[in-house]
């Protein structure tokens, strides 16, 4: 990657001239191609709170539907239930494999009375067999899973070595117009007729 982050003044200052590696996004399908493709959505605690901050259509109740529309989840004790979803274009799944070490967690959280349950569901709190972001046991990055399929789509234009420069807010409507960003040395404005998705 050879990514290093911003030159920060009061972190890594082990590091040579104050600089650490940050392998991390700079990729089609940002973080979800390099990270340990732990499926968590988050708490609804903290969605709920968003909405309460100001942030209207954000809290877990009206989000749980574009989870369950974007997931397909293998696990048939999960697939259909209130929480997930079947037949989105992103792969959850359970690893293929299981080791002596997950069963002993699995058994050590009981006898210590913790729940054992799906901690994308009513209950997030406890233990459960984590599910990945993973496809017949390979990596499922949001790339892979929802870029590739929309690839062929007009309305998609992917620019890459592009960092934004700045997002353009409609001063009356505080909505966002559009993106400045740099791509090779120059300077582009793009400007949007819906929604600015920054990722």
Not at 17 to 37: E, V, Y
Not at 68 to 75: A, L, M, Q
Request: with cysteine; glycine share 10%.
């Amino acid at each position: 990657f050879n990514y290093c982050d911003f030159h920060f003044v009061y972190f890594v200052l082990g590091c040579v001239n104050g600089r650490c590696l940050w392998p991390r996004g700079k990729i089609i399908g940002g973080c979800s191609t390099t990270n340990f493709m732990v499926y968590a959505r988050g708490n609804k605690w903290d969605y709920d709170n968003w909405e309460s901050l100001g942030n209207p259509g954000w809290k877990y109740s009206s989000i749980l539907k574009y989870f369950k529309k974007s997931e397909d989840n293998t696990n048939p004790s999960l697939a259909n239930n209130a929480f997930h979803g079947k037949n989105g274009y992103l792969t959850v799944s359970e690893a293929n494999y299981h080791t002596n070490m997950r069963d002993a967690v699995i058994e050590g959280s009981k006898e210590m009375g913790y729940g054992f349950h799906d901690l994308n569901g009513s209950n997030q709190t406890g233990f459960m067999v984590l599910q990945g972001t993973m496809r017949n046991g390979k990596r499922c990055s949001t790339g892979k899973a929802f870029l590739r399929p929309a690839s062929i789509r007009k309305n998609l234009h992917i620019s890459t070595h592009s960092t934004v420069q700045k997002i353009l807010i409609d001063p009356t409507t505080k909505r966002a117009t559009g993106v400045i960003f740099e791509k090779n040395g120059r300077v582009y404005q793009v400007n949007a007729n819906k929604e600015v998705i920054m990722s």
